[in-house]
């Protein structure tokens, strides 16, 4: 079965420094997702892709964070100056299409700032 | 914006039946989700709603009313491997994105 995979699962950062988090969405999906899971806390929404550019942002998703689409496989989440507050599960997902689909999410990559 | 309320935990007995209620309040409606999730995973998914009605998958259930603004998630036959948390999403119009309720935390004894 496709799945969504995201690569580290761990992530130990000191504070300050940048940050890569990747994934890759299923093959033939279109839209992409980072949410982020701070411990204890709901999943929320940090940002949208679709076509090649970012369909929609939270609050959340300040200067500090950025995303890429370098290859046509991978999608990036990059936070440049990672801050203690930063802590939490991201979790990458991807539809196929339309808004009757399910969002299918990765396993998530434990960020810690240090 | 978008307001999706659950209750925050709940507890069962194995073999029994819990129901999850979830409302919501968005700027607009074009489905609701149920997912599952276990502690330090992702969530996977349940069910999905977006005509008013019972949409029945094996033990579990979810039901909609988009009047009310209003969906439960039923679990039936409860197991201990049922433990976890439940969350209800919504996709809002005009916007590509899942919002997410904080979950309900359910535990199931013995």
């Known amino acids: 079965e496709p799945e969504v995979t995201q690569t580290p699962s761990h992530q130990v950062t000191q504070m300050g420094q940048e940050v890569i988090l990747r994934c890759v969405p299923i093959?033939?999906?279109?839209?992409f997702y980072w949410y982020r899971q701070i411990l204890g806390q709901k999943v929320e929404f940090l940002v949208s892709?679709?076509?090649?550019?970012?369909?929609?942002k939270s609050e959340i998703f300040d200067d500090q964070f950025s995303v890429e689409r370098p290859d046509g496989s991978n999608f990036t989440l990059k936070i440049r100056s990672t801050k203690l507050e930063d802590s939490a599960m991201y979790f990458c997902?991807?539809?196929?299409?339309?808004?009757?689909?399910?969002?299918?999410f990765g396993q998530g990559t434990r960020l810690t700032v240090v | 914006g978008q307001n999706i309320d659950q209750p925050t935990e709940m507890t069962a007995t194995e073999g029994a039946i819990v129901q999850i209620n979830c409302t919501y309040q968005?700027?607009?409606?074009?489905?609701l989700f149920w997912y599952q999730q276990h502690a330090g995973e992702a969530p996977t998914f349940l069910s999905y709603?977006?005509?008013?009605g019972l949409e029945e998958k094996g033990r579990f259930s979810s039901f909609l009313s988009r009047s009310k603004g209003y969906s439960y998630l039923l679990l039936k036959e409860l197991q201990m491997k049922d433990s976890a948390s439940y969350l209800c999403?919504?996709?809002?119009?005009?916007?590509?994105?899942?919002?997410f309720g904080a979950g309900t935390t359910v535990t199931v004894r013995a």
């Open positions: 997902a991807s539809i196929l299409e339309g808004l009757d689909t399910e969002a299918f």
């Open positions: 093959s033939n999906h279109l839209y």
């Open positions: 892709f679709y076509n090649n550019e970012i369909s929609e």
């Open positions: 968005t700027s607009g409606f074009n489905g």
């Open positions: 709603n977006v005509l008013d």
């Open positions: 999403a919504v996709w809002g119009s005009n916007d590509y994105k899942l919002s």
